[in-house]
């Protein structure tokens, strides 16, 4: 190496550690991004020169540093964990928190829950039997059954209500997944050029990861790295993004808008309507479970699978209670009168109100000519409240057993979505934890970084001046020693 070959060797020292002074400032600034995944630069050495005469011999001095680029410190298999259980945090997340509104619109048990309220139901038919001489008893019960009647309407209706919010929130969440794809689309342009003209994209990458893992969250999507650069983001073995183009989704126009409409809410691709995105895990694919219209099998959309719970139970309420209600008789010895009575075209939880009005209207009575005091009929219904009435194959019928075992089916899935809700959180915050652990600014290994780089700048600095010293003694003073 020549002796102006040190300055040039020099000189790339203090390129070197420049640079890496500026990805240190880089990391410490943004110490505190969401998203930001730290740097470092890359370097490596520069060989000797080929010796080219024929008197060159011996050892040669590399020729100093080169700055190879800046690494992006980020794990491609932590980042593929922390998509996959966002995936399935989010899936569970959304069902349990509709099921636990769900449960929590129940009030059971306690004193405002339906249960409470059958068992005054039924003892206000008790009364009845023991007191029908009398006005009390009967307008005590007809209003215990109106408030009855209200809660159970209330009930439905709370489910119905979540089946909206969640119905909104898809929509808001495909509005969402649609942007986050357009911006990864345009990520990927930009990353692709800057990658082929010999840039960095360290911030755009951050910035698309963390619209990946948002992705992924939602709809459950594989994420596949490509050589030029780019992602191509998977919803169901569909491209959501590839390259520079993005693909839309959306609600099929006929998906149901309300919880009473028939059909399950589906989503297709916005440029090719016949086919549907298919997901298993996400925020959506949670959401789609929960918006399915309710089937035989009692296998269908958890919320209408509620409503149709709600239904059944008043559809046998009235029924129960009609069929002996109807054997009675009234003051004027008819009979063949219904307590329960629906409205045609409503859902059955939300059409029941009672027929009687009053004392006079009551139909207690065994027979035509029993006496004022007979409360066969009502002492009859009352034994449906203790499970004791059965139908004509002796199965026992009861309401109230109805409604324990949809209150208990549905605590039970409610327990079961919160536990795996929560187990998915855990995992999740586990491996964002790992993630951050590995590309998160640790601040006191930049300010040993800020040190290293900071000496190595002086000592670069400091050989310049010692060759630029050697050099002016070679040029400036040889030949006047002696004179």
Request: charged share 15%; proline share 1%.
């Amino acid at each position: 190496m020549s002796t102006f070959g040190g300055l040039n060797t020099a000189y790339t020292g203090l390129v070197a550690a420049r640079q890496g002074l500026d990805v240190v400032g880089q990391n410490i600034a943004n110490a505190n991004t969401e998203g930001y995944t730290r740097q470092r630069i890359s370097t490596s050495a520069l060989g000797a020169t080929a010796p080219t005469g024929i008197f060159t011999q011996g050892a040669r001095v590399g020729e100093g540093v080169a700055m190879d680029g800046i690494a992006r410190l980020a794990s491609a298999q932590l980042d593929a964990r922390v998509r996959a259980t966002a995936a399935t945090a989010g899936y569970t997340a959304v069902r349990a928190n509709a099921l636990a509104s769900v449960e929590d619109s129940l009030n059971e048990p306690g004193e405002d829950g339906i249960s409470a309220k059958l068992d005054e139901f039924w003892a206000g038919w008790q009364t009845l039997s023991n007191g029908t001489d009398t006005a009390a008893p009967a307008a005590l019960l007809l209003g215990t059954a109106g408030e009855l009647l209200t809660q159970i309407s209330e009930g439905y209706q709370a489910v119905s209500d979540e089946w909206s919010n969640v119905r909104s929130d898809l929509n808001n969440m495909v509005s969402e997944l649609n942007g986050a794809a357009t911006q990864v689309a345009a990520l990927n342009v930009q990353i692709r050029q800057s990658l082929a003209t010999g840039g960095t994209a360290n911030e755009l990458l951050d910035q698309r990861s963390t619209l990946t893992t948002t992705i992924a969250a939602l709809t459950g999507a594989s994420v596949t790295e490509q050589a030029d650069g780019t992602v191509t983001v998977l919803v169901g073995g569909n491209a959501l993004v590839s390259g520079g183009t993005a693909h839309q989704v959306q609600v099929t126009a006929d998906s149901p808008r309300v919880m009473q409409d028939s059909r399950d809410v589906t989503l297709v691709w916005a440029d090719n309507a016949d086919t549907a995105v298919t997901m298993d895990l996400g925020e959506m694919a949670g959401a789609l479970s929960l918006l399915g219209e309710a089937n035989v099998s009692g296998s269908g959309g958890a919320l209408a699978e509620a409503a149709a719970s709600y239904n059944t139970f008043a559809t046998e309420l009235k029924a129960t209670v009609n069929d002996i209600y109807k054997t009675g008789f009234n003051q004027d010895g008819d009979d063949g009168f219904e307590f329960f009575s629906s409205i045609d075209g409503a859902p059955a939880a939300q059409a029941l109100s009672i027929v009687p009005k009053s004392s006079a209207d009551m139909a207690v009575r065994a027979s035509a000519d029993s006496g004022a005091y007979d409360g066969t009929i009502a002492d009859a219904i009352a034994q449906l409240g203790a499970g004791f009435a059965t139908d004509v194959d002796g199965a026992i019928v009861s309401p109230s057993t109805t409604w324990s075992d949809f209150v208990t089916k549905t605590g039970v899935l409610t327990q079961t979505e919160l536990q795996s809700a929560a187990l998915a959180s855990s995992t999740a915050s586990g491996a964002a934890n790992q993630q951050l652990a590995n590309s998160s600014v640790d601040l006191d290994e930049e300010n040993v970084n800020l040190l290293m780089f900071q000496h190595a700048y002086q000592g670069a600095a400091r050989m310049m001046t010692a060759v630029d010293e050697m050099l002016d003694t070679l040029i400036n003073r040889t030949g006047l020693v002696g004179r």
